[in-house]
């Protein structure tokens, strides 16, 4: 694409226009048009066909510390996208190859060559690469690589069992030999985790019994605890975590939903006691020591062996990708949303 014409696309993209109080609104989000300014060298500009809505990103919404990339008011909400390339300053990324990248939601972004994730989308369809191979799956992979470490007939446990990482943690913990219990909301979604993703259990904690239900389903105590709730369910979950348990800090959106940071509730002395008397371990996931070519590796293997399986929701037009996303935190989730931004490989 010659300069001139990039000059002349214009880019719809979604800012944060406020820091959220509490459950945040689509009022905390602003969609701008812009013109794409020119290409750098090393630079690639990509056109959005789709573009991934995950409740994680809650804990870059907030003007609070979450352990998080942290976003500043007006800019570009980030996330995993596919996307096509329409022009590129690196002979290695060719125009019309279809990329995995965090182009955010925009339909256009201009981002350095060395940032995209994967070349090439061939042998995975675009939205199941969103699925397994974006953030969520990366965050469970490299969450159990660094600190969790699931050993075989281990007990691991994950709440929101259904959402993005919660989904990709069951299927990593079961391929690694171990017991696994997801917390789920309703009937129909323990039915889900039993039968399509493979939990050795689910709990459902809606009913009023269900802190005994989780116990049936940890008779020998929990070895990993992946966290992804936060709030009041870490301290019913910590009489049983065995000793040298390891418990992974993804994500604790009912703090952050209640204004106040997620790491707070891990220094509570109850916890610090935990840590003295046990000999465990508390970690939050650094992405950058996971080897993203060694995870590649094993999803492409465990995708095509159909031994990770996945559900995507397709919602269209980037316009409702806040509305999306707001459902996500706040709704039931059977896998990722995904939003369909443009169809062909028209500007």
Request: glycine letters at 10%; one cysteine or more; proline letters at 6%.
């Amino acid at each position: 694409m010659e300069a001139h014409a990039v000059s002349s696309l214009v880019n719809t993209r979604v800012v944060l226009a406020s820091f959220p109080r509490d459950l945040p609104t689509s009022k905390d989000f602003r969609i701008e048009k812009i013109c794409v300014p020119p290409l750098r060298e090393g630079e690639v500009l990509l056109r959005t066909r789709y573009v991934s809505v995950d409740a994680h990103m809650r804990g870059h919404r907030s003007s609070e510390k979450s352990g998080a990339p942290s976003f500043s008011i007006g800019d570009v909400i980030e996330a995993d996208a596919t996307a096509e390339v329409l022009a590129s300053n690196d002979p290695a990324i060719l125009p019309g190859t279809i990329v995995l990248a965090k182009a955010g939601w925009q339909t256009h972004a201009i981002v350095r060559a060395s940032a995209i994730d994967r070349f090439d989308l061939k042998e995975i369809p675009e939205m199941t690469a969103l699925a397994v191979l974006g953030t969520p799956a990366f965050t469970a992979y490299a969450g159990l690589a660094q600190i969790g470490k699931p050993q075989p007939a281990e007990t691991l446990v994950v709440p929101a069992a259904l959402g993005a990482v919660g989904t990709m943690v069951g299927q990593f913990g079961r391929i690694a030999g171990a017991w696994t219990v997801g917390i789920v909301s309703g009937p129909d979604e323990v039915a889900f985790a039993r039968n399509e993703l493979g939990f050795g259990a689910a709990v459902d904690h809606t009913l009023p019994d269900w802190p005994s239900r989780l116990a049936e389903a940890c008779p020998d105590g929990i070895d990993v605890y992946f966290e992804t709730i936060g709030g009041a369910l870490w301290h019913m979950i910590l009489p049983m975590l065995n000793d040298g348990a390891r418990v992974v800090l993804s994500g604790t959106p009912a703090q952050y939903n209640h204004g106040y940071g997620g790491a707070s509730q891990y220094q509570h002395p109850s916890t610090l006691q935990w840590l003295v008397n046990s000999a465990g371990t508390i970690g939050a996931i650094q992405p950058p020591k996971t080897d993203f070519a060694e995870f590649l590796a094993v999803v492409d293997e465990s995708v095509r062996t159909g031994a990770i399986w996945h559900r995507i929701h397709v919602v269209e037009r980037l316009e409702h990708a806040a509305e999306a996303w707001l459902t996500a935190i706040d709704g039931p989730n059977y896998g990722g949303r995904i939003i369909q931004v443009t169809r062909n490989t028209a500007t």
